[in-house]
């Protein structure tokens, strides 16, 4: 009778503790479902997203739809990139109250092959670029082609969102780290543009020379997705800036008359940004072509006293480098057909971005042409930071100098190559003085009309002393505007576009987007070769240990039951 009290009081018990643990849960849960926490133990905080990505999504008004075309059999690279893609979005969703809705879809998957064929068409149409992605081990080597983005669309608008883009010289693994580290802000900015409904005002100068309308079409293009972008000629009018919120001077090639200096000026003293694309040294580009020779002379355009006031010093120097990009040369006749060959071509630098700044960070190579230098001076107040700068194997020519196509048959003695990583843009930020401080008089200076400043607000300008980093090629004979950065020599896409864009957008960007960029989340890589060499023995171990644990804790209970019940 004892024994049966004791059971049966064990067993309330039992039940007891049950129904207080389910109870628990419940409220818990309930609880829960009004409050939301997450616990961030990464030590790069890589899945707490930023104050201005919550403020954005907290501030949506409609629903914002993502078809992500990241979904298949994956390698664990880009498995790594989907999961981490959902678990952002998942992210979003709950800090937008409900305003993300997603779904992932495989191309592969889609009706027939020719419905496969057209959804493909419309991704790249609509500017997603796909993945030709190659494995290889010791068993085989599959290949296949995946669609890294989606598309996104809010308020009957509708943008691609590129999740992942291969970068020349960067590991896989590295490659797709670089993309995690992205996402946050490439979806962010990607929504960002989706919202905006009055655009900033972005003028590209005119009037002195600068580069051709053509030439620079796909940088206004690119930039019009976010800013409203126009042309103006200063022509000496007090007024021809106002309303303008930035303004791009691209590769000018005449001199600035005074007036036009005062205007921009007093443009950057009441806050304006600028970016600056001059090339210190001139060429005729014309002369090259047809003669395959020409001289390189002194950019004289009058704004050294303005930049040098600012903070930096453009060097009137040509840069050359053995990190270069191609150019044909014909090397005799095959056939009565010119026989052309690349040759590598000192004078383009390609320039890698290895500098930890958000305009230039995970960026791809960047190609230049005829570039210069540029120092930063005193300048009281001005932070300056460098952004872009050569490569190790780099050598400075002094103006005048000759430069001939036939230089590309001779090699290039490395020795002499030894002026290395000398920087070719800057990042000036802080409040500026005036040039003309001291140097005008004083009817001028209180002429209301005028309203001069002597000091101006802070504000940030970019000078790249290479113009042609935002020329674009364009084919005359059928009207084809090509990207800007892409080399028809080689095939290559650089990252002119990216950088440029980055850039403006930094200057113009009052909620700190790009310092999202900055985060770093740490690869932690398997050691490949410890793999290889031990690959057998993890296999056993994966295999062999669960069965032993499973097997042993059984004969553990077994043991136990018999000690127990034969009491």
Not at 20 to 42: E, K, P
Not at 148 to 165: C, F, H, M, N, S
Not at 344 to 352: A, D, G, Q, S, V
């Amino acid at each position: 009778m004892v024994a049966a009290a004791k059971q049966n009081g064990n067993k309330r018990r039992d039940i007891t503790v049950l129904l207080a643990l389910v109870g628990s849960v419940i409220v818990i849960n309930f609880i829960a479902h009004f409050y939301f926490m997450r616990f961030d133990l990464t030590s790069e905080k890589r899945y707490t997203l930023a104050p201005t990505t919550r403020k954005m999504l907290g501030e949506l008004k409609d629903v914002v739809y993502l078809k992500v075309y990241l979904e298949g059999s994956f390698n664990p690279g880009f498995s790594r990139l989907r999961n981490e893609t959902k678990e952002l979005l998942d992210e979003f969703r709950t800090y937008s109250n409900n305003n993300i809705e997603y779904e992932f879809i495989n191309p592969g998957d889609v009706g027939t092959k020719e419905d496969q064929t057209s959804l493909e068409k419309q991704l790249y149409d609509k500017g997603i670029i796909p993945e030709q992605v190659i494995d290889r081990n010791r068993e085989k080597t599959s290949e296949s082609l995946i669609w890294p983005g989606a598309i996104v669309t809010y308020d009957r608008k509708e943008l691609p969102w590129q999740i992942y883009t291969r970068q020349v010289g960067v590991s896989p693994e590295a490659a797709i780290n670089n993309a995690v580290q992205e996402l946050e802000y490439s979806l962010t900015n990607t929504i960002r543009k989706l919202q905006q409904t009055k655009k900033q005002e972005v003028t590209f100068i005119e009037g002195h020379a600068e580069l051709d309308t053509l030439y620079r079409y796909d940088f206004m293009r690119s930039l019009s997705e976010y800013y409203s972008v126009n042309r103006v000629s200063i022509n000496e009018k007090l007024k021809a800036l106002e309303g303008s919120d930035a303004i791009v001077i691209t590769r000018p090639d005449s001199m600035f008359s005074d007036k036009d200096k005062f205007i921009i000026d007093q443009f950057i003293m009441r806050g304006g940004k600028i970016l600056w694309l001059v090339d210190p040294v001139q060429i005729n580009q014309d002369t090259f072509r047809l003669k395959g020779y020409t001289l390189g002379l002194k950019n004289e355009l009058r704004i050294d006293d303005m930049l040098f006031k600012y903070g930096v010093r453009l060097n009137p120097v040509l840069v050359q480098d053995l990190q270069c990009a191609q150019v044909p040369v014909n090397i005799g006749f095959k056939k009565g057909q010119p026989n052309f060959k690349l040759f590598p071509w000192i004078y383009n630098p390609l320039i890698m971005p290895d500098l930890p700044h958000p305009i230039v960070r995970n960026l791809d190579l960047i190609k230049t042409e005829f570039c210069g230098t540029l120092d930063t001076v005193m300048a009281k107040g001005i932070t300056k930071t460098i952004l872009l700068r050569t490569s190790r194997y780099t050598k400075l020519q002094q103006t005048p100098a000759r430069i001939a196509l036939s230089m590309v048959r001779f090699q290039p003695n490395e020795s002499q190559f030894k002026d290395s990583y000398q920087p070719i843009a800057c990042l000036l930020e802080g409040a500026f003085s005036s040039v003309f401080e001291n140097r005008l008089p004083s009817v001028i200076m209180k002429d209301s009309a005028i309203a001069y400043k002597m000091y101006g607000k802070p504000t940030k300008m970019i000078v790249v002393a290479d113009g042609d980093i935002a020329r674009n090629d364009f084919q005359r004979g059928n009207g084809t505007v090509m990207p800007l950065g892409y080399d028809r020599y080689s095939g290559q896409t650089y990252a002119n576009r990216a950088f440029l864009l980055n850039a403006m957008n930094y200057l113009l960007d009052d909620e700190g987007l790009l310092q999202l960029r900055a985060r770093e989340v740490k690869l932690r890589l398997l050691d490949r070769k410890k793999i290889e060499l031990q690959k057998g023995k993890w296999q056993i171990i994966n295999m062999v240990l669960p069965l032993g644990l499973v097997l042993g804790f059984g004969l553990f209970q077994l043991y136990y039951r018999r000690r127990k019940f034969t009491r």
